[in-house]
């Protein structure tokens, strides 16, 4: 799933650097207030908040969600689990083993099921679940319409194992990613039937397998209670209620007492931190204990808020994460930090309110990409990619973002894994590190020189009628935004007419007597105010190269399907959620796009539109390498290509901040880890 969002990186990375397999995850990987079970009072109701409702309950279709894959968790089969550093770990509630028991002729799979495990309606998990849901997603049948068949499509059959309660799965081609299969398990109920699949997940699900099962689904939330028939921990909670609470709505819904852990933006998150007068505030994971298996909800039981079915190129729009900086979040935070300090009544009841709550802040597992539109215009030229992408000071733009919320501030050095995940490694250097004499270099080879200078007006982010800056082609759009630049450590660009909306005088590169433009397409709701900051921040950085931009707010809702999908941009933000499976799900992202019958582009989700034969036949030994260190090794060297390629640039992780009634344990700011949601309780 795209979220149009920032992202950020959980460790200082060394460019080179590869991190280890083994040992405990990074600083900020995951923020959980731990307690072991017995602390937990053993019912109550956890209200949590989703962008919206989920428009479906089947995690495979088109328009599955975030929501979706958080109630997938709890009330389906996960038969593997994330831990905090993103490494798949078996579930044993479902599964006692699951082996590669040949790999000639065929690679063969038996999963050996708990004896336990049954549907809520009392019948065992067995082959048939698992032969009916590959047919589903293994894209034969158009009636299912899936998001995804990725693995599916590489299994010959499904058969019941040599002994009871065993699934034997023969590959017909070999598959490194095999257990990403079956996480979410449908019963067969569900992937037995197209209709059934399409429509009657809408509503709910009549049969689940999970600590919780769905109640009730309406407009503004989803009820899930204590599957009576679950054979593993009892839930400490009585009920969970997802509310549907939009981004902007969040302060107002804690401050009311209507949620107990929500994620929220910049300025909600200080605003809780400054409820705690002369404390500082405790960095990520501070305050946590390590995960274990006493009590605390393990990080291999982790799903993160962005699955692999959000891989499906739908934009997450309504996404509350944060990370950047914006005006208007500045001028709101101080505003309420003031008032907050004030006498009235009303804002001291409001301090109480957020009082009852703490921060919890981890980093997210996804990233934010400066994406560079490789179709058209200048930017087709790998060398001016090349140019703008060694023009970007990316440690000054992770500072930005991070810095201010006390999380780790390193540039992200790979496109396919996050720092802390195995095999991880800085490959940025494929590119170069910042250098305006370099970037300059490679325009002039690629014909673009100085050639004069362009008048060019800053009007502190005033628009036309069409949402692009007066003055356009803008090289910066005028920040009027202070704050976020001493975040950053940097000072304004000098030349910047800053507030006054002077005229300035700015070099620009030329070719064949045109200047060097680019169209700078970001969106104009709340995730585009915050990521205003970034874009004008990147824009000043390429003025410095001779590179104009203009930028250009489009509406939030369209941002996605009429500008990034359709290729209506040459510089644009948004972001992409990282995997436990970079080989099956970053595939589709960085594909060469391939030409049509029709002559049109078919592109898969590479909506840069830059991609090479190369690439693809490492993704593709990747994929049947089963040699776990071997597959990460052509992975790397995938990344390494497509940093080559300069069709996007990584910036940083996003934060996940997370606002979580006091009393709550074992919940938080999970990171990659899947919650163990039977864990989840208030303090006795």
Known sequence: M?????????????????????????RA???????????????????????????????????????????????????????????????????????????????????????????????????????AQWKALRGTDEKYGTARNAGY?????????????????????????????????????????????????SKGLAVGAGPFMVRRVTDSEVTLVRNPRWWGDRARLSQMVFQAVPAEKRAEALIAGRLDLAEVDRTTARRIQATAPGKKAAGPGRGSSAPGKAGAPEPSTGGRETAEATRNGEAATGTTSTGEASTGAAREEAGAQGGAAGDTDKNRSRTRALSRFTLRKALDPAYTQLALNGTKGPLADERVRRAVARAIDRKALAR??????????????????????????????????????????????AGWRAGGTGRQKALDGKTDDRGSRHGAPTTTGGSTNPASESASGAPPAAGDAGRSGRLRETAVVRKKG????????????????????VGERIARMLEKIGVRTEITK???????????????????????????????????????????????????????????????????????????????????????????AAGSIPLYQRPQLIAMRKGLVNAGAFGFATPRYQDIGFRR
């Open 514 to 533: 045109r200047p060097l433009v680019l169209r700078f397409v970001l969106p104009d709701d709340r995730t585009g105010a915050r990521l205003s900051t």
């Open 2 to 26: 795209l979220l149009a969002a920032g992202v950020m990186l959980p460790l200082p990375v060394l460019t080179g650097c590869s991190s280890e397999d083994d040992g405990p995850p990074p």
């Open 400 to 445: 930005l973002v991070l810095k201010p919320m006390g999380l780790p501030s390193e540039p992200l050095g790979n496109h396919l894994l996050m720092a802390g995940q195995p095999g991880y490694k800085d490959h940025s250097g494929a590119l170069g590190d910042p250098d305006t004499n370099a970037a300059q270099s490679l325009l002039a080879d």
């Open 554 to 644: 489009v509406p939030g809702e369209s941002y996605f399907r009429d500008h990034i999908a359709t290729g209506d941009y040459d510089l644009a933000l948004y972001s992409w959620p990282a995997s436990a499976y970079p080989a099956t799900d970053a595939r589709p992202i960085y594909a060469k796009p391939q030409p049509a019958a029709d002559g049109s582009l078919v592109v898969e989700q590479n909506y840069t539109r830059v991609g090479t034969d190369q690439i693809d036949q490492l993704f593709d030994q990747a994929l049947s390498e089963l040699n776990g260190g071997a597959s990460r090794s052509l992975v790397s060297r995938a990344d390494a290509r497509i940093w080559a």
């Open 29 to 131: 990987a995951w923020d959980i207030a731990s307690a072991p079970r017995s602390g937990t009072a053993g019912t109550g109701t956890l209200r949590w908040a989703l962008d919206a409702t989920p428009s479906t309950l089947n995690a495979f279709q088109k328009t599955a969600d975030t929501g979706t894959q958080r109630i997938a968790g709890a009330v389906l089969p996960s038969l593997y689990t994330l831990d905090a550093r993103g490494r798949p770990q078996r579930n044993g509630d479902y599964l006692t083993s699951a082996d590669v028991t040949s790999t000639d002729p065929k690679q063969v799979v038996v999963f050996k099921l708990n004896p336990k495990a049954v549907w809520s309606d009392g019948r065992p998990i067995g082959a048939e679940d698992f032969r």
């Open 153 to 201: 499509d590489r299994i010959a059959k499904v058969e019941p194992g040599d002994k009871e309660h065993e699934v034997k799965v023969t590959f017909a081609k070999p598959y490194t990613d095999w257990r990403s299969l079956f996480t979410p398990l449908y019963p067969k109920s569900v992937m037995g039937n197209p209709a059934v699949f399409t429509a009657a997940a």
